[in-house]
């Protein structure tokens, strides 16, 4: 079972907030205003998920917010290592806050999350970016308050990075993006170690946080007039391995399903390898897990499915996709793909584009091969030259795109049931919203109605969404 922070750690950090908050109102009463903090996320949903937390400490804190990095006098990046790209784009804010900090010299940056993690990014930051005051690692969340107030004391950098497989921390204060829509990760970290993936490198090893934990921030949110839940995970089908008592996911899943208040359940990530029969009787069965199953697949080619450490056949794979289409009819499935991993051929990629085909995903969310330090697969040669890799990807939107837009048009017609997320930027009378499988859909009505659930008649269908019209009760 996962360490879990002491509560005297937590009221360490507890007194730690109070003091910046003492700090922070001395310094609105000397200035005429608050102190305001930027947050900026790069990466997944747990990323998110700990940027509400970083929020909500700060908030504890006395801060006010702003999205303005010209006026912030803390900023924060919560950052994301799975691909070289999004590191690049905090160098490149690294680079613009650098001449900002010049100008205002008390401002303090903050950088915090996986990329960090890793020991290379670190020290790059101290030599070449010595304007950055705070740098702490994922496994350091909870103690930001502790380390921010050393920041704003200290000439020094602030650098708090361990390399431990992770503990829990509960209770960590939590500003939350959504009132109706919440994120709850019920566990950390990764114990698969795919080929090509960063993840369990800078996450730590698997972590489950007891049901009792999971349970009462759900009530919570259900309390504060939440109505979906989105469970968290790198593989929820992991869930409980670690912990003393007996319990899986599939039970999580059917106890959330129990919480009287709870409209919707949806979860993040599934390993092929892990979905179980149980699980697919657990989603058939409960019914306010909606029938949505995101199941990436990366490749397939079984070779590089070998190669990458997936640990299932492309056969395998499309078995457990026909059994879950068969218990669950009219699912919606999506998935991950990476496209030009070390050594695939022009031959192993069209066994890409055969799954796509057999599966007809609603919708994928493809990657083109980035090369991760540490990783087994880094040493790995390519086959393929680039241009070769982009042409394979291009290709594989096509194809994609076409399934996609068949897939929305068999909506046309139908009365969907919709959370109403907000309304469009250029015109206040379009609304937005997600219906049980998730596809974003568009139609007419009241700003009054953000937060609610409406039926929608889907009209038109597009590629990325759907169009509709408000059925009025
Ligand atoms: N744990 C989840 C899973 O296995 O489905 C999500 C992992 S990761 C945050 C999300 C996706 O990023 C992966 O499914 C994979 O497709 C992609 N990814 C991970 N490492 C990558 C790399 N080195 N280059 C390109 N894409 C990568
Ligand atoms: Fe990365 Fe694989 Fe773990 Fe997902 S399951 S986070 S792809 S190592
Ligand atoms: Fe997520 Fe990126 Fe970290 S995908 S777990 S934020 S490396």
Redesign the pocket.
Known sequence: MAKTVTNEQMRQQQSFILKLKEENQRFAVENGRQRLALTETYG?QQNENDTERIRGMLREAGFDFTEDSKKADVVIYNTCA??ENAEQKVFGRLGILKHIKQSRPEMIIGICGCMVQQEHITEKIKSVHEHVDLVFGTHALYRMPELLYKAMHQKKTVVEIESSDGEIAEDIPIMRENAQKAWVSIMYG?N?F?S????PYVRGRERSRTPEAILKEVQELVDSGCTEISLLG??VNSYGKDLDIEIDFSDILRMVNDIEGVERIRFM?S?PKDLSDKLIQTMKECDKVCKQLHL?F?AGSNRILEQMNRRYTKEQYLAKIERVKKEIPGISLST???VGFPTETKEDFEDTIDVLKKVEFDNI?S??????EG?P?AKLDFVLTEDEIHANFDRLLEVQNEISKRKNDAYVGRIEKVLVDGSSKNDSDILSGRCDSSKIVNFKGDKSLIGKYVDVRITEAHTWSLNGELIEN
């Open positions: 997944c799975v691909r990764c698969n795919c090509y993936c960063i993840v790198q593989n990530s390993h990436p990366q991950d793909v990476i969310f990657f083109i091969y980035s090369r991760r990783t697969a």
